[in-house]
């Protein structure tokens, strides 16, 4: 995945937007391959484990996660709301982690493998530019890191991943299968079911928003992993409608075009020439756009970033995506959704929303668009479409959280439940004899 043309788009954005890593990437393309590419490989290698915390647990710890962005760390604090009699040691990434004992010792014994995976970096570097490098090297400096640590704590009978590509859960997820330990996975985004590459879900048991993303993963991602579906997060709310448009929301994700940004909010105004407008960002930063050059200084336009997204659904009547997975959430908190497959540079339908009928494509804005959207919206059946992709659409959330926490069971705590399944057979010998 990250050597795919889609994630290269990505990092070339990053580095548009960051002086640091523009940096990095020209200090790095300078070096030779043969010794110094290969060696700040090894120092980012060196910075991973070094920042992975925390340095402090009690021991009594029973599982393991590890968590990096907000829709990540939400993610996880869901699972544990599951089963809070499972103890979960949390393992995030940050800088004033790296001064520990436990970070020193770990970072240590990395040194100490640098010979055995010198080779491997070499042809790393002569092979790709430095982001996909790092962040494959970065997966091997997280799976030695974990491998130590279930090595340390028998105790840790699972993990728990928030993602399927990432490198700290790729090499978490790697080092539990590698020393016997099983796997949870719980999806933080709906899974893009016409990208070109979907990462395979390399987990023993996971838990996902509803039938559509489960269908996807069984059949383009090698996922053989026993599935629970959860919903999305949050309650869920029936579609909404104003007598008028008053708030407009644009919600963007990675790979915005600009200037088709900048002519769309001038259409709505034209349209609309009282109304709010809300643009919000991705809300990874390293993604976040400068929005001065298109002059966005009309007072009923406001730019945000990492604002409480329920509050901000709430605030919309109407809301324009592009390839975002927002747009699942945003007609689950009962928002209509129209989507404008040219306002990013991912390709029609990423996500296969609109080839479901889940989401309304517009061409561009209409005087009419909202009238399209109510009938849209309330045609029969649509309701059954939003259930596939949010299994707790409209419904009670008891069912499906005790469905889900019984097969979570089986998984964080293995041992016990093969005592369980094994308790009926041996009271019935007994009862025979």
Known sequence: METSASRSAVFNEIKSKNALYRFVDWIYQSCDDRIFKPLLLFAYML??????????????????????????????????????????????????????????????????TAGRIFRFLQVLARSHNFMPSARIAGTLAFYIRFSYLFTERPGLEA??????????????????HRKDRRVVYANHAPVPANASFIPPVLADCALVYGEAMSQTYIQSSK??????????????????????????????????????????????????????????????????????????????????????????IAACDIVICGNSGVALNVVSGGRPVAY??????????????????????????????????????QTSGWQDTMRRYDAAYLVDRDALNMSAREVLMRHLKPSSSSTEAQAPKVSKVLVSA
């Not at 600009?258 to 709505?268: G, M």
């Open 47 to 112: 910075k991973c484990v070094a920042c992975t915390g925390p340095s402090c647990v009690k021991g009594t710890e029973e599982a393991v996660a590890i968590s990096q962005f907000p829709n990540e760390h939400r993610t996880i604090d869901r699972v544990e709301s599951l089963v809070p009699q499972i103890e979960v040691l949390r393992i995030s990434l940050a800088l004033r982690q790296s001064f520990g004992r436990e970070q020193w010792r770990a970072t240590a014994a990395l040194i100490l």
């Open 223 to 312: 996922c053989t992993a026993e599935i629970a579906l959860i919903g999305q997060p949050g309650a869920s709310e029936p579609m909404k409608f104003k007598e008028e448009v008053k708030t407009v929301g644009i919600f963007l994700t990675a790979g915005t075009r600009v200037e088709v940004l900048q002519s769309l909010i001038a259409s709505v105004l034209l349209g609309l020439p009282f109304a709010r407008i809300i643009i919000r960002q991705h809300p990874v930063t390293l993604l976040q756009s400068d929005f001065a050059e298109i002059g966005l200084d009309d007072l009923n336009v406001k730019v945000t970033i990492g604002e409480p997204l329920e509050a901000q």
């Open 340 to 377: 404008l497959s040219s306002l990013d540079d991912g390709k029609f339908d990423t996500l296969g929303f609109v080839q479901s009928r889940l989401i309304y494509s517009m061409p561009w804005w209409t005087d009419d668009l909202y009238s399209r959207l109510k009938h849209f919206y």
């Open 159 to 176: 993990a728990i991943v928030a993602s399927n590509y990432s490198p700290e859960a790729v090499g978490m997820a790697a080092a539990a």
